[in-house]
């Protein structure tokens, strides 16, 4: 393979970076818009059409319209939409109001390290474990050279995944101090011993996988976790033993539960309890800079989603819990590895959550601090130390 320069490997991982952010920027609107309409239907929501029917104006024709959308076919799953794109750029055209007595540099700075951090997690997720394509040879720079489905595939992948996610809390914890408010204060506090008490059952589930195929390699976690053989660093070709089924299948429940707990989303969505806290730790933020913090949260959901999927469910290829072993490499389509079986997975794990928050209450506190030190904890780590048992003998 053709070694690529200092100048090429610069071009090329602009373009993934590019790539990569248009990807969150187009895939959130989607899970929104897809959010609304998933707790809709569970939940027999009156939507834009049923409500505030006879306004006038704008907000009157959005509703006249999208009633009209639900008559055709084609148009009625997209019913809302309108109102959807008037609530985006409601956002982008609100007023930015700071509080008089908040810390004013701290209070715009708040919202960019949460979603830095968000963003700069992606850069180790291998969308594709193959080139996704070959660029021409009339290209200037990269002609000839494949295009790679990750930005930076290196040995310690799930170590930086972890280390930066973890900074995301600074965002959520300083935003909570510098509006010098009871409320978001409260829901800053709350935040910090959460994702505190919820990072360790959630380091212990993906230790499990680490233990097993022995590397922090995304992509080569991703296909020994799936069930076929790789090689290890002495170039002997090693698969997953069936027994390692049942620690990564409980590693997955565990990491799940904890990942609803990192994203604040229900039932662990404490921080933010509309009911107690107003909206918890943004309740001070307008405009964009709560859009900002809305954009972390769903791209931390995309993350959540990828790291489930890529360790748990199978990765790049059809079948999760080591179950592609069953398949035949020479089999078209389901027997190689393909980026469409990954996103679908991660579609799969989206639409969990917006299924958990339409149907689950959220818990209280003191429940939410029970769940996590006296049972998630214990749980984990009896997983990791079958993991252990199981490499040790296999």
Known sequence: MQTMTLTQSFVTAIIQIVLVALFVFVAVPVIVFAERKVIGYIQLRLGYTR????LHGVTGGLNRFMWWMGKLPMLSILRGLPSFIADGIKLFTKEDIVPEK?????????????????????????????????????VPVLGGLPFQGVISDINVGLLLLLGVASVGVYGIVL???ASNSKY????????????????????????????????????ELAAYLSGVPVLDGAGHAVQMPLIAQVPVFFGFFIYLTCGFAETNRVPFDLPEAETEL????????????FGLFYLAEYANMIIVAAVTAAFFMGGHYLLPFGLQRYIL???????????????????????????????????????????????????????LALAALIRYIA
């Open 278 to 289: 107003v909206a918890g730790f943004h309740t001070e933020y307008t405009g964009m800079k």
């Open 51 to 54: 409500v505030a029917g006879g």
């Open 102 to 138: 908040a810390d004013w540099w701290v209070f715009h700075i708040a919202p960019a390290i949460s979603v830095v951090a968000a963003f700069t997690v992606l850069a180790v997720v291998t969308f594709s474990p193959v080139p996704l394509w070959v660029w021409p040879k009339a």
């Open 184 to 219: 978001p204060l409260l829901g800053g506090l709350r935040s910090a011993a959460q994702i505190v008490s919820y990072e360790v059952p959630l380091t212990f589930s993906l230790l499990v996988p680490v233990v097993l195929a022995g590397t922090l390699n995304f992509t």
């Open 175 to 177: 935003a909570g101090w």
């Open 329 to 383: 490499a020479s089999t078209p389509f389901i027997g190689a590895p393909n980026p469409l079986f990954f996103l679908g997975k991660m579609a799969f794990i989206l639409l969990t959550f917006l299924w958990v928050r339409a149907t689950l209450p959220r818990y209280r506190y003191d429940q939410l601090m029970h769940v996590g030190w006296k049972w998630l904890i214990p749980v984990s780590l009896a997983n």
